[in-house]
């Protein structure tokens, strides 16, 4: 029973905050979720066939019927256990990100922020926290290719010791809408047009251009969306990035703003556009086996975890509102500072039971993180538990193993589709003297979540600020930050994506707008696509305001993909032999790329292993070009018909596409003279090559090579 005053009446006024004696929090360890999964998991080896409810069946082949050749019984209870999970097997998927690929991980501070936040996992050095990644492609179905040109979504689920903490992010930093109103909008618009339900996982379509024109705070983004950003070579060489501004608190209550954004220790890398096209036939899921091939060997992908910080006082010291999600904080402005590492180590045991009922939200969050005045991530707030609600089918989704946090769940909800806690005694609301007024509220003091208490002070009005009608100066800035070959990347990607919009009023709405970005790379479109002449002022919708003189000063070279990290390691060489050529060593070169971390995979006629005993990966029928990152051709004394018949294609693919190549014997009939001489190709016999090779393969892409596409 709870305890009395001194008046000898239970104190009605407020439960006990944190008793004496109460349970300290505990550091989680880093594979506390993994143990925690392990209690669900199944293993069948070995074990007989039961039914859902135990129930060991003789038989699992045949139903039970009236006579060998009659009708099937209705008390074939085990026929309509089966069909009845059967006829249920499938949910709602997500409605934007619904293609994605999962992953466990750690996370690991490696500085000490405890300054700025009082969150569990960023104080302290090497503090590990346990965490579950999922990384999405935005507007294609379930079921759709893994590399079409989209954003990619980024959430991640700490399992810290103070509960679950979600951030939600993009690969892009910056985001299409400013305000959660405009969302269904945008995805009725990218998606697939209600009418014909084409075109699938594609932005190159009229519904998709005229939202744009008709809402240019989209600007920003749609450049990043026309970037390479959005045709990654591998999602584990893509940043990732919170986009809205955050709040963190410190022990002391004092506040400060962040955003977050990761960056892979590989570098960003990217497709080109015809590869990506023709990796998405070849092979559509060719990203998700990526990912988990390298966790699956031991390549586990890293990030550094980094954070911009700014100080409350100075939210109004910027040319753009630093709420706005269509902005970036420029690092000139704002540094970045890296405080972690994220290490993904681990896949899923079932895709479905992990990556597809995982259920992130924004909203989760831990003391010492707090939301900030950002009206797109206020309306996400409230978007997420409502589709996890059904999408999960109930709102029990968090007792589902993935969601469910690594430390205890005590409050007075009860009840509800799927339950699985079995709370015990009659109590189930607050404030009991049955039950000592339990269970107890935490005190801020002792890591009880407390909202920051922020003074606000408004009219309420369905309106947005001047201060985020500016929708062009960081468009322009990204633009103008990035390398040639970036730029015109982008200009060829809208030339694509307006050739296929059919109404000439929208891909002229278009170009016009853009002209507000850049006025060369919007004629340079306008002249592809055969639009009149861009003109900026038609462009331009009156409803934003032009960029003033300190916002066209901002620059953001942190930006530019050419000045990413360049390193070997993982990039696949395909080598290209013969079925029998019982000369070459594949054995040592095989070795040496290996010894500088990148993947070696043999291609030949039939899948016989070499002559010196190397397994042989692919027959040139069921492996095209794009899906390699370098090509090594042996050329034999006396080629096969087959070998002569393929090499063509992987020889031009690798070489249209910018890609090294090595050719090792002799070149006649395979490339032409100039193109033997072109950045980036190797003839020679000479294995000592092998480093010029590597050389070539870190750099990746050769683009003043003439000839590519
Ligand atoms: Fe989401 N978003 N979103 N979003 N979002 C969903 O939640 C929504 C936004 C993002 O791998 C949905 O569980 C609204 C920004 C990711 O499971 C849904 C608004 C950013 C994922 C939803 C936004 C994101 C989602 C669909 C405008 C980047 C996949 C299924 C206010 C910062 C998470 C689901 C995963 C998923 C709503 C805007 C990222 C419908 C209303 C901005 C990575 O609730």
Request: proline residues 6%.
């Amino acid at each position: 029973m709870a305890k009395k005053n001194d008046k000898g009446q239970h104190d009605f006024i407020k439960a006990p905050l944190t008793p004496k004696g109460a349970e300290k929090v505990k550091p989680v360890k880093d594979n506390a979720k993994i143990k925690d999964l392990e209690k669900n998991k199944v293993d069948n080896k070995g074990k007989a066939f039961t039914t859902n409810k135990g129930l060991k069946m003789a038989e699992d082949e045949f139903s039970l019927k009236a006579g060998r050749r009659g009708p099937t019984l209705l008390e074939d209870f085990h026929l309509r256990e089966k069909i009845m999970h059967f006829d249920h097997e499938r949910i709602p998927e997500r409605i934007v990100h619904a293609r994605g690929v999962g992953a466990h991980g750690i996370f690991k501070s490696t500085k000490d922020m405890s300054k700025y936040t009082k969150a569990c996992l960023f104080s302290g050095h090497n503090k590990e926290t346990p965490l579950f990644s999922r990384i999405s492609t935005v507007a294609g179905f379930r079921g759709s290719t893994d590399t079409p040109r989209d954003v990619r979504g980024f959430a991640i689920k700490f399992y810290t010791e103070e509960g679950n903490y979600d951030i939600v992010g993009n690969n892009v930093p910056v985001f299409i809408i400013q305000d959660a109103i405009k969302f269904p909008d945008f995805v009725h618009a990218v998606k697939p047009e209600p009418d014909t339900e084409v075109p699938q996982a594609q932005s190159a379509h009229d519904t998709f251009w005229d939202f744009v024109t008709r809402n240019q705070e989209s600007a920003h983004m749609v450049m990043w969306q026309m970037s390479d950003r959005a045709i990654p070579l591998s999602l584990r060489m893509v940043d990732g990035f919170g986009v809205h501004t955050f709040r963190w608190i410190n022990k002391e209550g004092k506040a400060c703003f962040v955003r977050y954004q990761w960056n892979p220790q590989l570098g960003v890398h990217s497709r080109v556009w015809d590869e990506t096209l023709k990796v998405s036939g070849n092979d559509p899921d060719s990203q998700r086996k990526d990912m988990y091939d390298a966790i699956d060997e031991g390549s586990y992908p890293v990030w550094d975890f980094c954070v911009q910080i700014l100080p409350v006082e100075k939210e109004h010291d910027f040319p753009f509102d630093i709420l706005d999600p269509t902005k970036v904080w420029p690092e000139e402005d704002i540094p970045k500072v890296k405080i972690g590492e994220m290490i993904f180590n681990r896949n899923v045991d079932n895709y479905f039971a992990e990556t597809e009922q995982v259920a992130f939200n924004p909203g989760n969050v831990i003391p010492g993180i707090d939301f900030s005045n950002d009206p797109l991530l206020q309306g996400r707030l409230f978007s997420y538990t409502d589709t996890q609600l059904l999408r999960l089918g109930g709102p029990n989704f968090a007792q589902i193993p993935i969601n469910r946090p690594v430390v205890g769940v005590h409050n007075n909800q009860r009840d509800g589709w799927h339950q699985h806690m079995i709370n015990k005694g009659p109590v189930a609301y607050h404030k009991s003297i049955i039950d000592d007024q339990s269970p107890y509220y935490e005190s801020p003091e002792n890591g009880g979540y407390e909202h920051y208490q922020e003074k606000i002070d408004g009219q309420v009005i369905k309106a947005r600020d001047d201060s985020f009608r500016d929708h062009f100066s960081q468009a322009t800035a990204f633009y103008k930050s990035i390398s040639k070959v970036e730029q015109e990347h982008i200009i060829n990607a809208f030339s694509f994506e307006l050739s296929k919009v059919q109404r000439e009023e929208i891909r002229q709405n278009v170009v016009d707008m853009f002209a507000n970005v850049d006025m060369k790379m919007a004629e340079e479109i306008a002249k592809n696509i055969g639009a009149d002449k861009p003109d900026a002022d038609r462009g331009f919708d009156p409803i934003g305001l032009k960029p003033s003189k300190e916002a066209k000063k901002v620059k953001m070279p942190e930006f530019a993909q050419a000045n990413t990290i360049f390193k070997p390691d993982t990039l696949k060489v395909g080598i290209y032999s013969d079925d029998d050529d019982d000369d070459f060593d594949f054995k040592s070169l095989v070795k040496k790329i290996k010894d500088n971390k990148a993947k070696a995979e043999i291609i030949q006629g039939n899948l016989k292993d070499t002559k010196d005993g190397q397994k042989v990966d692919h027959r040139y029928e069921t492996i095209h070009p794009v899906l390699e990152d370098a090509l090594i051709v042996v050329v034999p004394e006396k080629p096969s018909k087959d070998f002569s018949k393929n090499v063509g294609e992987f020889v031009d693919e690798t070489f249209k596409h910018y890609k090294p190549i090595w050719l090792i014997g002799d070149p006649e009939a395979i490339l032409d003279k100039e193109q033997q001489k072109a950045p980036g190709v190797i003839v020679s016999k000479d294995m000592k090559e092998i480093d010029k090779f590597i050389e070539n393969l870190t750099k990746q892409r050769f683009w003043d090579r003439d000839g590519s596409i």
